[in-house]
């Protein structure tokens, strides 16, 4: 699971480009949105993008299961690994 939350981590970066920030620099608890890593609606139709491209998860923007998901680098980490295994 450390495995697939750094990778989340490097997702993260990488698709909102978020040039000054490391893989390290993120808490993996902290909300990823507000208070947290500062992540704002734009940033979470990208990151969804992200999602499916790389994961091959297609997120509904309107359900409240998908903002719980969404909330840090450990539950997308979940959710995502969750999702894998029904494959």
Do not use: C, W
Request: aromatic share 6%; proline share 1%; net charge negative.
């Amino acid at each position: 699971m450390e495995n697939l939350k750094k990778e989340v981590k490097q997702m993260i970066i990488e698709s909102l480009f978020l040039e000054d920030i490391e893989v390290e620099d993120i808490d993996s608890d902290a909300p990823l949105f507000g208070e947290g890593l500062g992540l704002d609606s734009i940033d979470a139709l990208e990151l969804g993008l992200a999602l499916k491209n790389r994961f091959g998860l297609v997120l509904s923007t309107e359900s409240e299961e998908t903002r719980k998901h969404f909330y840090s680098v450990t539950t997308l980490a979940e959710f995502i690994n969750q999702n894998k295994a029904k494959d």
